[in-house]
């Protein structure tokens, strides 16, 4: 039994050190193995129960004892943690439970602080909203008083809650009364302007009798002392009361503007306010600026020029002040400002009222009310000067008014620049000003008296060119050729010695005949004359065919006298009154033309290569065969019916011709130098000329017979040719003498020489040719001819 009992203990140790642990995969025991352990411990197992009792009294080993011990332990740890395991259960269903109930609250209380909060915020959105409703009535309420100041604060005030109402409201469509409160509020504006423009208009009529109370006592103290001259005093209280005022009725309207500067309404209310300020202006300055306009006529009445020249001086001055003036009231807007643009590019009616009372011929978006006031008062200057200028004869006058106005007046004094010095700092600082000009209105009216002097200018020009050009009838001394070249070359040849002399050096060189105006015709100085003094006035085109017609009736003056001077006594000695006459007329031609080029120029380079003018013309031809052909068939049942071909054809036909100045002369230039080239060479080779012709016209006829015309016998070539080539010997010095005297430019004479020389060769050429192809060897050389090398050797000396 000890045996067995040692056995079991060890069996039990051996299991309780290994108990608990994984079991050892390295050497595993075999389930045969494992079955007899267990009926082995089951079999101590049961030997140790029945022995319990028995051993328990016995004394057991230590080892007994420890395990007996431990297990006891075991048995209390067990059951404390079973205690633990159960209230650690119940702990864990209280939290779950309070933990529920805690955020079930903690929901409630946000879902009510929410609520709360929401409640409160559309009780405070609720107020807000009412706030801009309730104004309406408190605003019009405030309107509604006897006497406002609307530069104050309050008023101020006023218009900033109108603007924030407004703007609130048609921000929020979607309320239910908005549009009905809208038009409140806008009646609420149109009240406050109404306050603007009831408080400008009192300071613009208090100015208006202030400075006409002022006037009255001004006239009344100067009529007392028995003096005038309160003009002066005049001008500085129209400037002086209205500056004083001007402050007050700019912060009134700033006031508005600063807030409604897009708004219709304050557009209207400014073009009222400008109108009114506008007016009254008219009204203080029209009779002043006529009364000083009228003794300005009285103090010039014999210089119109000088009378134009003060009185737009005295005009520029006075819208320059009435600019200032202006610019102390309003701020300055342009046309095509950005309110204009919030309008649709459209003006109000206030503002097109206010630029239709004051006249102007632009539109009315693009001129400033200022520019129109301006042009109003500048139609008193434009007139007292038109009736002068319209009816003064004077073309030189004339011209001189043009080019002052023009140039002096408008290009210089009005120019960019000039107005950007006006402006000053208001150009910089206010970028509405950038598009307004002070002397706008100015420029406007004399620009239109600009073009009624170039009217009148045309009109003087053609009947200056119809009378005193065209019809114009030389005297005795005008055509005094070529005497009176003679006359001034020999006073140049005597002031040439004289200088030789005496040692003198000519520092200018000697003008020749063509650069002698007082040796001009009088007809081509007054056309050079003329054209110089409307050139600068008259548009391009305008004055190009002015340019021809008078270049025209100077042509025909030339022919006249050239008529004349064929008429006047041959001298003794010299050349033919035809080559004087050719001469003239080429001499004079040369001189238009040259003093023109300038004019062609200009034009040749800003425009085109032709200064075209257009003529018309009537063509009856067609009308006429028509109706007086006596083949006509009026009633034939065919196509060529007479009836039929007038009504289907155009009986009448309009042409249209075109030219200019510059082909003018260059064509009258053209055919002068041919008849010029012709007679000179007439003067030498004429009858040898009219021979040769006869020679070769008679030789291409049909049997021809050289001894049945005795006059192409060599005899007769024979004198002819001797006498040409001493005539060309003798003569032609004379007519380079003569182009000499007439010309007077070497470059000139020497060109205009060539087709004489040219001319010359040709007849002899021909007579060589002629004499080579008829006669026989005897007849040539009792002919002679001479040999055209030596001719052209004598030509070219």
């Excluded at 009222?272 to 029209?286: I, N, S, V």
């Excluded at 119809?466 to 005094?480: L, S």
């Excluded at 003018?664 to 007679?679: G, K, Y």
């Excluded at 040769?692 to 049945?708: S, T, V, Y």
Aim: hydrophobic fraction near 40%.
């Amino acid at each position: 039994m000890d045996i067995d009992h040692i056995k079991t203990v060890e069996i039990l140790a051996a299991k309780a050190s290994s108990w608990g642990l994984p079991e050892d995969v390295t050497e595993p025991e075999t389930h045969l193995e494992e079955e007899e352990d267990f009926e082995l411990i089951s079999a101590g197992l049961d030997n140790v129960k029945k022995r319990e009792k028995e051993l328990s009294e016995l004394q057991f080993p230590p080892e007994i004892t420890v395990i007996r011990a431990n297990m006891k332990k075991y048995r209390i740890l067990q059951k404390q943690i079973d205690l633990l395991r159960e209230t650690m259960g119940e702990l864990r269903e209280a939290y779950e439970s309070v933990s529920s109930r805690t955020c079930s609250l903690h929901d409630a209380c946000d879902r009510a602080l929410a609520e709360q909060t929401s409640l409160s915020t559309g009780s405070q959105l609720i107020k807000t909203n009412l706030y801009y409703f309730k104004q309406a009535d408190v605003i019009m309420k405030k309107l509604s008083v006897a006497k406002l100041m609307v530069t104050g604060h309050s008023f101020a005030a006023i218009l900033v809650s109108i603007d924030e109402c407004l703007t609130y409201l048609r921000g929020h469509p979607e309320y239910k009364e908005s549009e009905h409160y809208i038009s409140k509020f806008e009646q609420c504006l149109s009240r406050a302007m109404t306050w603007v423009r009831v408080a400008v208009l009192a300071e613009l009529d208090t100015c208006f009798n202030d400075v006409k109370n002022r006037q009255a006592q001004l006239e009344a103290d100067y009529e007392k002392i028995g003096r005038g001259g309160q003009d002066e005093d005049t001008f500085a209280l129209l400037y002086g009361v209205f500056a004083s005022k001007a402050a007050v009725v700019k912060a009134s309207i700033n006031v508005v503007e600063q807030r409604f500067a897009v708004v219709p309404e304050f557009e209207e209310m400014l073009a009222e306010c400008q109108y009114a300020y506008f007016a009254k202006r008219h009204l203080l300055l029209g009779p002043i600026l006529e009364s000083t306009l009228s003794n300005l006529s009285t103090t010039h009445a014999e210089s119109t020029c000088r009378l134009t020249r003060d009185a737009c001086t005295f005009m520029l001055r006075t819208c320059d002040d009435e600019y200032r003036l202006y610019r102390q009231f309003f701020v300055t807007r342009n046309g095509n400002d950005e309110r204009k643009a919030s309008m649709d590019g459209r003006i109000s009616p206030a503002m097109s009222t206010i630029t239709s009372v004051f006249t102007s011929t632009h539109p009315p978006q693009q001129v400033h009310p200022f520019e129109t006031f301006a042009e109003q008062m500048c139609r008193t200057l434009y007139d007292m000067l038109r009736p002068r200028i319209v009816h003064n004869p004077h073309l030189e006058t004339l011209a001189e008014l043009c080019t002052m106005i023009k140039v002096e007046m408008i290009e210089n004094r009005c120019s960019p620049q000039m107005v950007a010095s006006i402006l000053g700092d208001d150009a910089s600082q206010d970028p509405n000003v950038a598009g307004l000009n002070p002397r706008a209105g100015f420029v406007a009216v004399m620009g239109e008296l600009v073009g009624d002097i170039a009217e009148r200018i045309v009109h003087r020009a053609g009947l200056y060119a119809q009378n005193d050009i065209g019809a114009y009838r030389p005297a005795p001394g005008d055509i005094a050729y070529p005497q009176m070249l003679q006359m001034i070359r020999k006073i140049e040849n005597e002031e040439k010695e004289k200088n030789q002399k005496e040692g003198v050096e000519d520092k200018v060189d000697t003008a020749t005949a063509i650069d002698q105006h007082c040796l001009w015709y009088p007809t081509v100085r007054r056309t050079v004359l003329c054209l110089s003094k409307i050139f600068p006035c008259l548009d391009i085109g305008v004055f190009h065919s002015l340019a021809r017609d008078m270049l025209f009736a100077c042509i025909e003056s030339l022919q006249t006298a050239s008529t004349a001077i064929l008429s006047t006594p041959v001298p003794a000695k010299g050349w033919s009154k035809k080559l004087d006459a050719h001469l003239f007329v080429v001499k004079h031609l040369l001189i238009l033309r040259e003093q023109t080029a300038p004019y062609r120029q200009n034009v040749l380079s800003s425009r085109s290569d032709a200064l075209n003018t257009k003529d018309f013309s009537i063509d009856f031809s067609k009308f006429t065969n028509v109706l007086f052909d006596s083949n006509a068939k009026w009633f034939e049942l065919s196509t060529n019916n007479t009836l039929l071909e007038l009504i289907t054809t155009v009986p009448i036909e309009m042409r249209e011709h075109e030219g200019d100045s510059r082909r003018v002369l260059d064509q009258q230039l053209r055919a002068a130098t041919f008849r010029l080239a012709h007679e000179a060479s007439q003067l030498m080779i004429g009858a040898l000329a009219e021979w040769i012709d006869q020679a070769e016209d008679e030789r291409l006829q049909d049997g021809f017979d050289l001894k049945k015309n005795p006059k192409l016998a060599a005899s007769v070539l024979k004198d002819l040719a001797a006498q040409a080539y001493r005539n060309v010997g003798t003569k032609f010095t004379e007519i380079r003498y003569a182009y000499t005297l007439y010309i007077g430019v070497p470059e000139t004479e020497a060109i205009l020489l060539s087709p004489v020389r040219k001319r010359v060769i040709d007849v002899f050429t021909r007579v060589n040719s002629f004499a080579s192809k008829t006669y026989d060897e005897e007849s040539r050389a009792v002919a002679a001819l001479p040999n055209v090398q030596q001719l052209v050797l004598m030509l070219n000396k």
